[in-house]
Every structure is written in structure tokens, then in C-alpha cells.
């Protein structure tokens, strides 16, 4: 019986949340009954220590109460068996065995939330709210009775609702094989595993462990790209990230880019078979590498989110790409997909579920999705494009009110194909470059090496690798430099030697080009025999780049046309290559639509965020899946005014859109070079995806 | 829009539905309207002529109406090609092609319902009502649209919703690597199977085949008794059986009776393992005999139904049955589950479903359970004791109200083990025998042989097998015959020569025996020899027999107290020993309480039956889970009164029990030779399962 007038009253922080108890109510039931998120497993029965909370003490004027210290029951013997076998921060207490003796303020500390929070590195980023669809229960179970002769699934699951309030929970036939001995083995109790995907499926229970099982289960969330698999192992408790691991996507031996690969499965019998075996042969590789990194045992592994484009996310799941190379383009499915692990094979918990996102349209894929979920557009009243940079260019823009997404075929020139010096990002690669505006001598930095390369420690500091070429990022700033110095004029053209006024130019067939690097002057060894390539940016180079950007750009411009804007609020550069761009430079070369500098942010891999919140926080599924369905997708290939766009987007930056913030930052010399073979802005570019 | 008083009345017949309805409307539109039962799968098309109607013309004074010739329209072109292609009975029209044009009387064939009902031999059996969890719809898919970009199986679902109201349908990872080809291969048009279990779980696509596909879908409905495996391949839309097969249970090697079973499990590691694997493929081989019969792919076996004891049942799961061996006799679940076959290795559909019937208890299996459906005591006002006759009895009682069950270690005497002439039933083995009251001489039919052995013709026609032994049902008539005749009395004690006054008494030591046949003078081959063996009737056997029947007497005695009643209204004897039982030599005996002897009757394979309803009939299932909930169990083994019943029980046919009845039919001689050496009345059985 509570007396509303006597009783003590028990104040939860940070929550607020107060209410008045009897004397000798254990905190952990006035939590609950309060609603306040205090974690357990064991159910207040001094096993998992999960409910561990702080008493204040003293006056808390703001809270209207004096406590004294004596206003919870003394230190218990519970209590000092944790302490002295696992250790507990001064001050503790466990939530099940402290008692309401009087007047009392109560801090839950993050890591006793059921729902704590996942740090993000970002300030803007959102938040991760623990929500994960798998969790642990710890319940005593009834013994059997020859008089009463239900089963022992059927006892257990009985205990589970009523010790714990779990409804229509049901356990597979891989349960029931070992439970019998679990439940004897641990005399009757038992920490359950249950994963509910609230869904409209019922929850299942995926493992029984006899007695209290001191363990956690773990989550994978894995980002399928094109060229690169990305697998974060998480605690499915705590939310940490406690390994990371990438490999090639294997892949790439049946095509570099999508388009290939679609083609490889069209053109030989089984193919698709074969794409599909290497890639789930990779994903089983990654999975026992960050298992074995975080020293678990990849069966205590039990889901897994998996994010990719539709020609990946196909591949994984077995289907046959071969209605995405062509229009309509049409997907076996968008919707989001639950099966288990080991329907494609996947080696971990024999009873793990795996969470496909969505995908949103033919070339826009479940990694777009998961992009939406980490960046949230729909969630900003600000207007966000969020421009995901690859190969093919997935393109959002929206608030809370609409969004749209489009993909764009950009081709492979940001990630340094079709650039005469260009490379992937790796160890010798040029990725930052700056040209002085009057005497247009650049210097740069190379990858892994701070040090610019107009430093006089340069040549020892970047060691034997030496100078190898230009990688995507690197491509982006030089030519938006060139621009800025008047070497490149708004169509894009070089200018030649007089024109420009610099023994940098160099003749390349009959156009000039502008020289960034001459390997022939030092290896960068130290020794100074030379031997290194000449890195130099060609007219050619600079148009691959000028239809890469147009096409990126266009794509945002079509959406912006449908949203009927003309400028943005915030602009987001996603995916691993994104993170690596400079805002300036992209608003230099015309990637983006002008927008406040300080507005541009890189969100780095952000399909694989997206695929951890979906992994840790199951209402983001939900979330997603009605997002997706809202989209309004513009499919590019058939939209009349894409063309136009494209053709006014070769321009650097653009032929008619303005850009007010970009010109407050840098003046763009008015030169034009156009004699020296330039202006074939209306070269068009067939349509290659992949 | 109707006119509800000058439009058309359609009547329909057997249901007596009517409306009226404009001119024009196709038969299968008002028949979808009024509810009728009026079956289709292609939704009207005039594709799948599972709609055929027989319209009737002339005056029909009872329902009021004249129906003139032309009341429908004019047979048609899509008719006529049917016609031409597949032929239809005379009168015949298609519901979806003819349409109403005058009041009109119209028949819907039993074979045009959906919910047809299955004839089943015995006339006092419970009807099966086709409603299987699996259907075939036809649907039109539309194409994929860039602009909207959702996926094939996406389309499928909304086609499917829109044209055959099914909500929430879920495609699987399965159905969506072949989904994209069988679309485009029919043109977006396609027959898709549907599994419905109505259990709570999404509705779930089993199969997409291109266009309008012709064939059905089957399951198979199997038994898995300790000695025999039992498998009935049906029809799921006629309800047909279109092949039965029987294998012996492969498991008897690891044990003759259940207990043997789980005592190997117990003393060798991996055993259960063995018995598992040994079942499964047993299963497999018997799948593959019907699916060869009748000419089918496995592939088209979409659904299987399971019944069994708890420890067939245990191992065909893959669980141990080891908490069977000891009391409690712990269930790893009582429930009722449904499972893929792919989880137990049975290979038929690749997405196939199983439905497992619940366990009643720890004796009392899903086989027992299944007899519950077959023979629907829960559904009687009469009080009906179900007797399934094995070595264990599973035994039930009660009716609409109430529903007792048990079950009774009879042991293996009834299948002819422990008798001194006994054997398996099969050709050469006594089945049916009677002795002249008057001069106790016995004649008997060996099965397979209409002759009986007091005919001439005899010798002749056993050929060359001869006269092997006794079967179960032959040593209960041979022993009730004894009883008749006064060559034994009440307490089982066999009368000396002297005292039966016949040469067939012959001495077994320092007791007798009833000599039923002499082999020694002739061995069946007609050619004079001799050779075969001297069938005999022992004290022993007569004590084993007494044994079981008490067992199985004092179960059924037990569950009437309980029941708190003194006699039943019927009785029915189920099992395939069962159905060879006579009633009234089983009332001599005592096997059975006194009943009127029109109300005994043998139901056959009422566990196979029974797992037959559950395949055909979806809420079949549900029926059977909440009844086996609502049964109330009752222990034997613990039950004080077990004992002093199996004592009373032991008298031939009871020492306490009544058979008024009985007593009508038959007068038994009160002859005592209890000097003779019977009257152990007291002698117990160690409790032995199996």
C-alpha cells in the first residue's frame, strides 16, 4: 500500500520522474513503475548487476527533498559479493537490493539504460538510441509435472510472460533440440536470448543458456559496395563497436563497375551463381575476422544488417541481377527483407536474422536507404542534399515535409579512372593540392604524410612510395585550383603557356596541360636519382571531370527543379570517398549547388552508420521502411530537363545557376580559353551505370 | 445497380442462396456476392473452369420461379473451346462465362465448391471438409514503371491483394530468385500458391509458376508408429488420395519397443542422432514411393502433416527422447508445431510447411491426438471411450463437455510378442476363431484366406505358407472362444483334459494347453507330409493376454471414475491392430467395458485419419490445439486406483465390472480350475513403455 502523503518520495535523474514508494521498495520496482529506463536481466534478482544507479545525498532544493543517508536500506551482502568479485564504481549501489528508507534522489548512469545512447563522432549527427531487436532475459522456469504435462518450451514460455511480460513468444525446433538438457543443466533457470523484430512476427528464442549467462550478443552491420565490403561488429547491449574490418569486394575479378558484372551474369550461364558465392564467401571471412579481433564466438553473433545496391543486394540474396541492366530497371523487391542467415549461407548463430534495408528504386539502393537513416533528411526542417559519391551518384534532397532521390550516372572519374595520373586512394596518392593564384606553383599532400610538398622535409617524410598520382579527392581540388588561378577557364578549357603565363603548361598532343608533379626530379627517396612518373592534368582529364561533376550536379538540380527551389540549406557529402573532399573545392568545380560553406559536411561511410542504427535500434527499421515508401523517386534516364541541366552543369562551376556563398569566399578569374579546344559542352555521354 | 424488385432472382442449389441481380451478371459474380461456395482460380477469366454450375429450366413451385431456356446467356466461345479441349458434362456451363438473363435456378457441383467434402468409408465418421492451407490463385501482374519503381514481387503482392483480397502476403527469399523470370515468362501473368497456416503468421507465397498452371498442389498426411511408417499422398484441392504407402519403421533396430528406443539413446552418444537420420530417411523413401505413384514431382508436395507417439515424435525432431524414459516424462514441447521440411531433412517443396499435431502428454502423443480429429469425441453428446490399441493404449473418454486421457502399458502381447504360437500379422497367421461350445473344436481363417479350416478346400488354399501362428486379434477370439466354451474360467485358468473333456487339452509342462492346430498333419502344401508347426494355446499365453487386457481395461476404468461414470455410450477401437479386432470377443476378454455391442466399431488408422483432417482442413489444426489444451490428463502411473482396477481386471472378463450387455449376447459357462494353477491375480508388471 503507497500513501501518497507519507510515503517517501523517490526522484529519478536525469529523467525527472518521481513518485512516492513504500519503505522498502527496491528501487528497481519503483523504477518500473515509474516507466524510468533502469536495465535488467535477471529481473531484480541480484544476478546481472545491469541495474546499478547512484543515490545523492544532501539538500536538493530544486527537487523540494532533504536526503539523509540513511534514506536507502545499508549496503547488502548481494551487493558486496559483486563488489568484491567484478568491482563497482564508489558510490553505487545495485538497483534490486537498495530499499526506499526515506526521501531519496536517484541517478541512473547511461551505461544502467535499457535504451542508452551510442556515441556519434559528429555534433550534427543523430543520435543511436539502444533498441536492439535481440536481448537477454533471465527467468526461472517451472519444473515439469506428470500431473500437468506441458512440455518444457511451453514452461519456459510461460516464465517468460510471467516474469518478464513477453506475449506469443515461440521457440523453433532448433530450441527445442537443446533445451531440454539447458533447462536441467541449469536447474530450472535459464537466460533466454529472444529476438523480436516487431515486425508483426512473433518474438522467437534464439538461445537458452543455462543459469545467468554472462555474456552479450553481438550484431554485425555490413555495407556491400561495389568495390569494397565494410563489416562493424557491435554489442548488442552496450552498442559498441567492438571490431571493424574491410575487404575487396572478390567481386571485381567479373567487372570493375556494376554494369560489368550485370553484364557478366547475361552473358555466362551461372554467373550470377558465382558472384553470389564470392561475395557470401567474403561476408563469412569478414564476419570471423571481427569475431575473432573482438575475441568472440561468431555463433554469439545473432544479427546481422546488411545495406548495398540493388545489383549487390541482389547478389548477396541470390537473385539474378540481370532486370537492373536494363530499363525498366525493375527490382525483385524494394521492400525491406527479414530471413535468416543461413538462407544465403551466412555462417554465424544458426538461428541469426538478418535485416535487409530497403531499396528505393532500381539504381538507388538499400545504401541510399541507409544513408537516409543516418543523415535523417526527413527529420530536418532544413532543405538537405545529401550526395553520396561513387561510381553512380545517389542524390537525396528533402526535409521532414518531402523527399526525393534520384542516382546519377557519374562514371568512374572521382574515384581516378579516366584520369591520366589518376589512382585509387592509397599511400602516394596526391589528395590535397593548392596552386598560388600568382605565380600558379602548386604544392600538395599525399596520403598518409602531413607534410606539404613545398616543405623541404617532403621528399624524406612521404619515404620510398614516392609520388605515385592523383587520387579522387586530389583530382577535385587541382581542378577547382586551376580554376581559381585562372588556369582552366569556365568551360573548362586549359590555357596554354602564354595564355597562362607559367612553364607549368606543358603541350599534351595538341592541347596543353598543367604540370602538378615531375617525378623525373626526385623519387622521393632522397636520393635524388629521379625515376617517378610526371603527374600532370590534362584537357582530357579535366573534361572527365567536368561530366562526372554535371551529371552529379544535374542530378541535384533535377531534384531541386521537383522540389521547385533554388537553393539549398545544408549539403552533405556521404559515402567513404565523400568524406574526403573539400567543400570549397566541390562548390569551386560545381559538384554542388552553392550553399553556405559551413553548411557542407562530409558524413563519411554513412550507409554504414545507417545500417548500425538499423542493427541497434529495430524502430529505425520501421522507420526506413515507411521513409522509403514516402520517397518520390525521379528516375533521371527519362527526364527531358536532365539533359538540359547536364549540359548547362559542364560549365566550372555552372553556366546559369548562381552560386552568392561561393563568391563572398573566391573570386573566379574571368578568363577564356576557349581557342585552345575547349567548349564541347554539349558532348554527350552514354549512359553507362556502374 | 440492382433492382431488387424487377431484376433477375438467381437461386443457388444445394445452398439455397438467392438475390436477384441485373442482367448480365456472370454466375460466378452473384455466386461471390450470396457467398456461395462456387470455387475459382483464375478470379473469372474463363481460364481454370473450376466454376462449372448446372442451371436448371422449367417451373419450380418450391422456390417459386420459372426458368425459361434462355434465363442465361447464350453458351459461349470460351465455353466451347473448354469443351472441345477438356470436355464438360452435359448441361454444364461455366459460372464465369454464363450470365444472368431471367430468373434462374443453378446448381453448384459438389466438385465446383471449394469446400468439398472428402467421402470417408465409415458412415458414422466426422466429415472432412476441404479448407487446405495451401490455394492456387491466377492473377494478372502489372508491369514494372520506372517512375514507380517497386519491385516485381511488391506488384505481385498489391495484384494479389486487389484481385483475391488476400492481405499481408509475404514473398520469401526463395520465391524471389525465381520470381523475375516467371513473371516475364507469362507475360505478367502467373498462378501463385499460396500457404495460409491462419495461425497468425503472414500468409506466404510457396511457388510462382508462368501464365495459368494446370497441375494441383499435394501434401502428404504420415504416421509414425513404433513399428510402421504410414504415408497418404492427398490432393489439396479435391482431397483425394492419390497414392498410400507403409515402410517398417527403420528404428527397430535400435530397439523393438519404444523403451528399448530410448534406452539406446541413453546408453550410446549420438543414438538419438541415428534414430533421427534412420526415421527422416525412411520418410524420404516413402515421400518418394508416393510422389512415383502417382506420378507427381516431389517438388509439388507443398505440405506435410506429422502425427506420432512422443517418442516418434521426439526423433523425428532431431530431439533427444531421453526425459520420455523417467517420470516426469518431460515433453521438450506439447505444443503443436509447424515447421520447414527443410529443418528435418524431409525433401519434398523446398519451402514446404510440416504441421506437427501437439502431444497430449508424455505418454500421449500427437498420434493419439490425431485420433481426437478422426473420431471427435469432443464433438458427440454420447459418451465415447477411444481405444487405440498398441503396446502402449493411448485411451480416451468423454464427449462434448469433457475429454479424459490416458494411456496404459499393455505391452506387446496383443501384437502377438510373449505368446507361445504368436506373430506379426501377416499371410499364415490365425485371425478370426471359433470353438463349438459343444465340442470344443476349433475352426479359424488365416489372413489373406476367405476359407475357413473346417472347410475341405482349406489346404488347398493357404498354400504352400501353411498355418504360421496366432496374430493379435486371432489370440483374442481364440482366448474369448476359450472363455466361451468353458476351456478357461474366470480367473484365466486353463480346465485339465479330464476336466474340458477333449483331446485338444494337451500338457505345457505342469499346465495345459488348447492344441489349435497340428501341423504335424499337414503342412498346407496339400502333398501330406506334415512339417508345420503345433499351434497351441498356453496358461502363459493366456496369462500374457490377461495381462494387457488388464492394463488396457483398468486405464479405461479409471478415466470413467474419473469421469465419474459406470458405463459408455460407444466404444471405438482404434489403430490398424484395432480395426481386426471382433468387438464382442473383445467384451469376452474384458478388454473393454459392457457397451450395447451395435455401438463398438473399429475405426482402422484413426492416428493417419486424423493427420489426414489436419492437412485438408486448416482449422482442423486449430480445432485440435485448443481441445488437446482442454483435455485433462490423467498419469496411470500414479494414479492409486491404476493398481486396484489392473487387479479386478486381470478376471476374464472382470471381476467387478458388469457386462449387461454382454450378457445378452453370450452366456459364460461358471466353470472354476483354478486348482489348475491360475488365480495369480495379484501378480504385478514392472511398468514397461514401449
Redo the contacts between chains.
Keep these: 500500500m503507497t500513501d501518497t502523503t507519507t510515503d517517501p518520495l523517490v526522484i529519478f535523474t536525469p529523467s525527472g520522474k518521481r513518485g512516492r514508494f513504500a519503505v522498502g521498495t527496491p528501487i528497481l520496482t519503483a523504477a518500473r513503475q515509474l516507466g524510468v529506463d533502469l536495465d535488467s536481466v535477471c529481473g531484480g534478482r541480484g544476478i546481472c548487476s545491469k541495474c546499478q544507479i547512484t543515490p545523492s545525498f544532501g539538500e536538493f532544493p530544486k527537487h523540494g527533498v532533504t536526503v539523509r543517508e540513511d534514506a536507502l536500506s545499508a549496503w547488502n551482502k548481494v551487493e558486496e559479493r559483486y563488489k568484491s568479485k567484478r568491482g563497482l564504481i564508489e558510490g553505487r549501489r545495485l538497483g534490486c537490493q537498495a530499499q526506499v528508507q526515506g526521501n531519496v534522489v536517484i541517478d541512473v548512469p547511461p551505461e544502467s539504460q535499457v535504451h542508452k545512447q551510442v556515441v556519434r563522432k559528429r555534433a550534427e549527427a543523430r543520435e543511436i538510441v539502444m533498441d536492439p531487436a535481440t536481448r537477454l532475459y533471465y527467468v526461472e522456469i517451472a519444473?515439469?509435472?506428470?500431473?500437468?504435462?506441458?512440455?518444457?518450451?511451453?514452461r519456459l514460455i510461460e516464465a517468460l510472460e510471467e516474469q518478464w511480460s513477453l506475449e506469443?513468444v515461440i521457440?523453433?525446433?532448433?530450441t527445442?533440440?537443446g533445451?531440454?538438457?539447458a533447462l536441467r543443466d541449469g536447474k530450472w533457470k535459464a537466460t533466454v536470448a529472444i529476438y523480436d523484430g516487431r515486425d508483426?512476427?512473433?518474438p522467437r528464442i534464439m538461445q537458452v543458456w543455462p543459469g545467468y549467462y554472462e555474456g552479450s550478443v553481438y550484431g554485425v552491420a555490413i555495407d556491400i559496395g561495389s568495390t569494397t565490403i565494410a563489416c562493424h561488429l557491435c554489442d548488442l547491449n552496450t552498442g559498441e563497436v567492438k571490431a571493424s574490418a574491410g575487404l575487396m569486394n572478390p567481386q571485381i575479378r567479373f567487372g570493375e563497375d556494376l554494369m560489368s558484372r550485370v553484364s557478366y551474369s547475361m552473358m555466362n550461364p551461372g554467373g550470377a551463381t558465382e558472384m553470389t558465392q564470392a561475395v557470401r564467401k567474403a561476408v563469412n571471412t569478414l564476419i570471423g575476422q571481427v569475431a575473432g579481433e573482438a575475441e568472440i564466438a561468431r555463433t554469439n553473433i545473432v544479427e546481422g544488417v546488411f545495406v548495398g545496391n540493388p545489383v549487390m543486394h541482389h547478389l548477396l540474396?541470390?537473385?539474378?541481377p540481370?532486370?537492373l541492366g536494363w530499363?525498366?530497371?525493375?527490382?525483385?523487391?524494394?521492400?525491406a527483407?527479414t530471413?535468416w542467415a543461413r538462407?544465403?549461407d551466412i555462417s554465424m548463430h544458426p538461428d541469426a536474422r538478418l535485416y535487409v534495408l530497403p531499396?528505393?528504386?532500381?539504381h538507388?539502393g538499400a545504401d541510399c536507404a541507409a544513408v537516409v537513416l543516418s543523415e535523417s533528411p526527413h527529420r530536418q526542417d532544413e532543405m538537405m542534399l545529401v550526395v553520396d559519391v561513387g561510381t553512380n551518384a545517389e542524390i537525396l534532397l528533402g526535409n521532414r515535409d518531402k523527399l526525393l532521390a534520384c542516382s546519377s550516372p557519374t562514371g568512374p572519374a572521382f574515384e581516378g579512372a579516366q584520369i591520366s595520373s589518376g589512382q585509387r586512394a592509397a599511400p602516394g596518392a596526391i589528395e590535397r593540392v593548392r596552386i598560388d593564384p600568382e605565380t600558379r606553383e602548386p604544392r600538395f599532400q599525399v596520403i598518409d604524410c602531413e607534410i606539404w610538398s613545398d616543405d623541404p622535409a617532403f621528399a624524406a617524410a612521404i619515404g620510398p612510395t614516392g609520388v605515385t598520382g592523383i587520387c579522387g579527392s586530389g583530382i577535385i581540388e587541382v581542378i577547382a585550383e586551376m580554376r581559381i588561378a585562372g588556369i582552366i577557364d569556365e568551360d573548362g578549357a586549359i590555357g596554354s603557356r602564354a595564355a597562362v603565363g607559367t612553364e607549368r603548361m606543358v603541350k599534351d598532343g595538341r592541347t596543353w596541360a598543367y604540370l602538378l608533379h615531375d617525378g623525373r626530379t626526385g623519387d622521393g627517396d632522397g636520393d635524388g636519382d629521379g625515376g617517378g612518373p610526371l603527374i600532370t592534368v590534362t584537357q582530357n582529364d579535366v573534361r572527365n571531370i567536368q561530366l562526372a561533376k554535371a551529371a552529379l550536379h544535374s542530378g541535384a538540380r533535377l531534384l531541386m527543379d521537383k522540389m521547385e527551389i533554388d537553393s539549398v540549406d545544408r549539403v552533405v557529402l556521404a559515402g567513404a570517398f565523400g568524406a574526403h573532399i573539400s567543400p570549397l573545392h566541390a562548390m569551386v568545380l560545381g559538384m554542388i549547388p552553392d550553399c553556405p560553406i559551413d553548411k557542407v559536411s562530409s558524413a563519411g561511410n554513412a550507409a554504414g552508420t545507417g545500417a548500425r542504427i538499423a542493427l541497434l535500434n529495430v524502430a529505425a527499421r520501421r522507420e526506413i521502411e515507411k521513409v522509403v515508401r514516402e520517397i518520390e523517386?525521379i528516375?533521371t534516364?527519362?527526364e527531358p530537363r536532365f539533359q538540359e541541366h547536364f549540359v548547362n552543369a559542364i560549365a566550372v562551376p555552372h553556366k546559369t545557376d548562381a552560386y552568392p556563398n561561393l563568391e563572398t569566399l573566391v573570386t573566379l578569374p574571368k578568363v577564356s580559353f576557349s581557342a585552345a579546344g575547349g567548349g564541347d559542352g554539349s558532348r554527350r555521354r552514354r549512359r553507362a551505370r556502374g
Tied chains: 1, 2.
Excluded: Y
Excluded at 171 to 174: H, K, Q
Excluded at 317 to 320: C, K, R, S, V
Excluded at 359 to 362: L, R
Design positions: 519444473e515439469p509435472d506428470m500431473h500437468n504435462p506441458k512440455g518444457d518450451l511451453e506469443r521457440g523453433d525446433l532448433r527445442m533440440q533445451l531440454q538438457s508483426g512476427v512473433a540474396l541470390g537473385i539474378d540481370v532486370e530499363a525498366p530497371f525493375a527490382l525483385a523487391t524494394s521492400d527483407m530471413l538462407e544465403i531499396c528505393i528504386a532500381g538507388v523517386k528516375e534516364a527519362v
